[in-house]
């Protein structure tokens, strides 16, 4: 059942108590971790985002014959009490209960922490993070998974290993962290990390973090990259450049404002896109050349296609040029999961938010279309990661539509540079393992 490297995953879990694995998607995280449960014993807290709750573990323990019973901590009040009043050995919750869940008259006596993708506790400062780390002593064994444990910066790790040694290795203050392995610059809003100071953090994390690259175990079809650029005419483009300067502009009567930079980001994002809402929330027409694009390129692949878009208002007007496409997250997600896998739709739409954990894609199409570049490189890997892994048979194509000498620009670059960090971070610390364990 087991491959020989997710048996030794499994007998690391097992023979140690705390652990962080941050694991390539699709090397099996799920099914090694409920064996490692399996022999482990004990009531464990299982934290992960909605849709993985809902459909990943416990049809995967049911697929490869796994004997552990579940509990779906979900829905209003009383069905919530009722799941933890059930005798189970796992009881699944999403993160946004933690704060109810530590406050219940009926919380059993827990023996595990998992979190699956503990990503999501990468922000301190967050409530779902506080309650966590004030229970933490509620559990014997912690374990954390996650293929994208940096996705912004090496400050991700310090609230995740956190939650596993309460502050052993990187510290018990997140500011005295920030200090000790970073610096900004003379406003404190942008950080960096000091020279010396990774190598310092992945000698730190070596003996409680096991890291899987899939390339190592798995034999994946080439994905490639391809951006599509999109060109405004001079005039759209005057207009955006003096709404990046100004933070104003008129379209008509209508006034359009940014009262702020975050603001200003995400209107300058819509534009590029082609259509902007304003503080009434009425949709303004800027350009129609992505929709073109778009329509033309779907044509041109001739292939069932995901379409990732990223306002609302952009869906409703990519739903107009494609009245048969299915949107995801509306209605049977289940079922539009299957209908994608046996070949039934030709265009699916998916927000990154929605559609980013716990599904399998890789049945039904090999090519992925974001209508624009998003910042979050943990929305972006796990989205395209639908799509390219085991299962897959044909080459993956991620198509980018980026409308050119706009913001578009600065949000790939971004991302390429995330991007790069996190896997300069897990390919040292794959290394750092590697010869801790010869050794």
Same mark, same amino acid.
């Given at each position: 059942?087991?491959?020989? @490297?997710?048996?030794? !995953?499994?007998?690391?879990?097992?023979?140690?108590?705390?652990?962080?694995?941050? =694991?390539?998607?699709?090397?099996?995280?799920?099914?090694?971790?409920?064996?490692?449960?399996?022999?482990?014993?004990?009531?464990?807290?299982?934290?992960?985002?909605?849709?993985?709750?809902?459909?990943?573990?416990?049809?995967?323990?049911?697929?490869?014959?796994?004997?552990? #019973?579940?509990?779906?901590?979900?829905?209003?009040?009383?069905?919530?009490?009722?799941?933890?009043?059930?005798?189970?050995?796992?009881?699944?919750?999403?993160?946004?209960?933690?704060?109810?869940?530590?406050? =219940?008259?009926?919380?059993?006596?827990?023996?595990?922490?998992?979190?699956?993708?503990?990503?999501?506790?990468?922000?301190?400062?967050?409530?779902?993070?506080?309650?966590?780390?004030?229970?933490?002593?509620?559990?014997?064994?912690? +374990?954390?998974?996650?293929?994208?444990?940096?996705?912004?910066?090496?400050?991700?790790?310090?609230?995740?290993?956190?939650?596993?040694?309460?502050?052993?290795?990187?510290?018990? %203050?997140?500011?005295?962290?920030?200090?000790? @392995?970073?610096?900004?610059? +003379?406003?404190?809003?942008?950080?960096?990390?000091? $020279?010396?100071?990774?190598?310092?953090?992945?000698?730190?994390?070596?003996?409680?973090?096991?890291?899987?690259?899939?390339?190592?175990?798995?034999?994946?079809?080439? !994905?490639?990259?391809?951006?599509?650029?999109?060109?405004?005419?001079?005039? &759209?483009? $005057?207009? @955006?450049?003096?709404?990046?300067?100004? !933070?104003?502009?008129?379209?008509?009567?209508?006034?359009?404002? =940014?009262?702020?930079?975050?603001?200003?980001?995400?209107?300058?994002?819509?534009?590029?896109?082609?259509?902007?809402?304003?503080?009434?929330?009425?949709?303004?027409?800027?350009?129609?050349?992505?929709? &073109?694009?778009?329509?033309?390129?779907?044509?041109?692949?001739?292939?069932?296609?995901?379409?990732? +878009?990223?306002?609302?208002?952009?869906?409703?007007?990519?739903?107009?040029?494609?009245?048969? =496409?299915?949107?995801?997250?509306?209605?049977?997600?289940?079922?539009?999961?299957?209908?994608?896998?046996?070949?039934?739709?030709?265009?699916?739409?998916?927000?990154?938010?929605?559609? %980013?954990?716990?599904?399998?894609?890789? &049945? %039904?199409?090999?090519?992925?279309?974001?209508?624009?570049?998003?910042?979050?490189?943990?929305?972006?890997?796990?989205?395209?990661?639908?799509?390219?892994?085991?299962?897959?048979? $044909?080459?993956?194509?991620?198509?980018?539509?980026?409308? &050119?000498? #706009?913001?578009?620009?600065? #949000?790939?670059?971004?991302?390429?540079?995330?991007?790069?960090?996190?896997?300069?971070?897990?390919?040292?610390?794959?290394?750092?393992?590697?010869?801790?364990?010869?050794?």
């Amino acid at each position: 059942m087991l491959r020989p @490297y997710q048996q030794r !995953m499994m007998n690391e879990m097992v023979t140690r108590p705390r652990l962080a694995l941050f =694991a390539d998607m699709g090397t099996g995280k799920t099914l090694t971790t409920l064996k490692a449960l399996e022999k482990i014993k004990g009531k464990t807290l299982l934290i992960a985002p909605i849709r993985v709750c809902e459909t990943v573990w416990e049809q995967e323990a049911a697929k490869w014959g796994v004997k552990l #019973t579940f509990s779906l901590v979900r829905g209003h009040v009383d069905a919530r009490v009722q799941a933890l009043k059930k005798k189970s050995d796992v009881y699944l919750i999403n993160p946004d209960l933690i704060a109810w869940l530590f406050t =219940a008259d009926v919380l059993p006596q827990f023996d595990n922490l998992v979190i699956d993708e503990s990503s999501l506790f990468k922000n301190p400062s967050t409530k779902r993070f506080k309650i966590l780390k004030k229970n933490l002593k509620r559990f014997d064994r912690r +374990y954390i998974l996650t293929g994208t444990p940096s996705p912004n910066s090496l400050m991700d790790l310090w609230s995740q290993i956190g939650i596993l040694d309460n502050g052993q290795r990187l510290g018990t %203050g997140f500011s005295r962290f920030k200090d000790t @392995y970073f610096e900004s610059d +003379y406003m404190g809003f942008k950080w960096t990390i000091r $020279k010396g100071s990774k190598e310092k953090i992945e000698q730190l994390l070596a003996d409680i973090v096991l890291r899987l690259d899939a390339k190592d175990y798995l034999d994946l079809p080439e !994905m490639t990259e391809n951006d599509i650029v999109v060109q405004l005419s001079s005039k &759209e483009l $005057k207009q @955006y450049r003096q709404f990046a300067k100004d !933070m104003v502009t008129n379209f008509g009567d209508t006034e359009l404002t =940014a009262l702020s930079a975050v603001t200003l980001h995400g209107k300058l994002s819509q534009l590029a896109n082609g259509m902007v809402y304003d503080e009434e929330g009425v949709i303004h027409f800027f350009h129609r050349k992505k929709l &073109e694009t778009l329509q033309e390129l779907v044509e041109e692949i001739d292939n069932p296609v995901i379409i990732v +878009y990223k306002y609302n208002h952009e869906k409703d007007e990519i739903l107009k040029l494609f009245p048969e =496409a299915v949107l995801f997250n509306q209605g049977d997600t289940n079922q539009h999961v299957k209908d994608w896998n046996q070949g039934k739709i030709k265009q699916l739409l998916l927000h990154p938010a929605s559609g %980013g954990h716990g599904i399998n894609l890789q &049945e %039904g199409g090999n090519h992925i279309i974001w209508f624009s570049p998003i910042p979050s490189l943990e929305q972006y890997l796990q989205t395209n990661k639908r799509v390219h892994r085991s299962g897959q048979t $044909k080459p993956v194509f991620i198509h980018r539509l980026m409308a &050119e000498h #706009t913001i578009d620009e600065q #949000t790939s670059e971004n991302l390429k540079a995330k991007d790069a960090n996190q896997e300069h971070f897990l390919n040292s610390m794959k290394k750092i393992i590697s010869e801790l364990r010869r050794s």
